[in-house]
């Protein structure tokens, strides 16, 4: 059974701070995608990585995909109230199903 | 440019009736999941639908759950004969298809069972 595990678990800063979350797995996948859930909605997609030690910058938000494709971690520099939120990370496997495997979430509290 | 639309956004049901989810795709997708979401239990995978298909309802429950997604019209997720514990957010998301995984999701239909 495929698994993604994220931590921390929770995450309570305050405005201004770095902060970096992880998402890890023993298990390989195609490709791994960071979703920010705020609290009433759905999860919206930030970004999606496909190659491994491949690093996407959105703004202050950077996403690293591990070279073995197995785990992938999101920094935030200067943290702002309005990235609080659930960042949630999903991993899909090959073949035809798609089907993503989700990690439950780290929620960030950036306090201001 | 509309995006996922799920109806209804809250939904009342007394124990025994029936729950009726409606899901429309974003424009030019044809895969459609459904994920139940509690809040100590993270985004759990119910079913994933192509159009006319189930391709996996491994996450779905094997009683009193149906999902379709029909050639015309949205994709249902009924819940039959609800309980208490069918209490929860549930999230419709769709992608293009096979070559593409990215989901967008909706906003999620809140169900209480009273």
């Known amino acids: 059974t495929q698994l993604l595990e994220q931590s921390p678990q929770f995450l309570s800063i305050q405005e201004g701070e770095n902060l970096t979350v992880y998402c890890n797995s023993s298990?390989?996948?195609?490709?791994l995608q960071w979703y920010r859930q705020e609290p009433g909605e759905g999860p919206v997609l930030l970004v999606t990585?496909?190659?491994g030690g491949e690093v996407k910058k959105l703004k202050r938000l950077t996403f690293q995909f591990g070279d073995a494709r197995k785990d992938s971690s999101l920094h935030i520099t200067a943290a702002q109230p309005g990235d609080t939120g659930l960042y949630l990370c999903?991993?899909?496997?090959?073949?035809?199903?798609?089907?993503?495997?989700w990690g439950l979430g780290t929620s960030l509290a950036v306090n201001p | 440019n509309a995006g996922v639309m799920q109806n209804p956004r809250h939904l009342v049901r007394r124990r025994g009736q029936e729950a009726r989810l409606r899901c429309s795709p974003m424009k030019g997708h044809s895969h459609v999941y459904w994920y139940r979401q509690l809040p100590e239990e993270g985004l759990k995978f119910m079913v994933y639908l192509q159009k006319e298909n189930i391709i996996d309802e491994s996450g779905m429950p094997k009683e009193r759950f149906s999902a379709e997604f029909p050639k015309e019209g949205p994709s249902i997720l009924r819940i039959q004969q609800v309980v208490r514990g069918d209490s929860a957010a549930y999230f419709c998301?769709?992608?293009?298809?096979?070559?593409?995984?990215?989901?967008?999701f909706g906003q999620g239909t809140r169900l209480t069972v009273v």
């Open positions: 999903a991993g899909a496997g090959a073949g035809n199903n798609r089907k993503l495997i």
């Open positions: 998301a769709s992608s293009q298809g096979p070559g593409n995984t990215e989901a967008f």
């Open positions: 990585v496909v190659t």
């Open positions: 298990s390989v996948f195609s490709s």
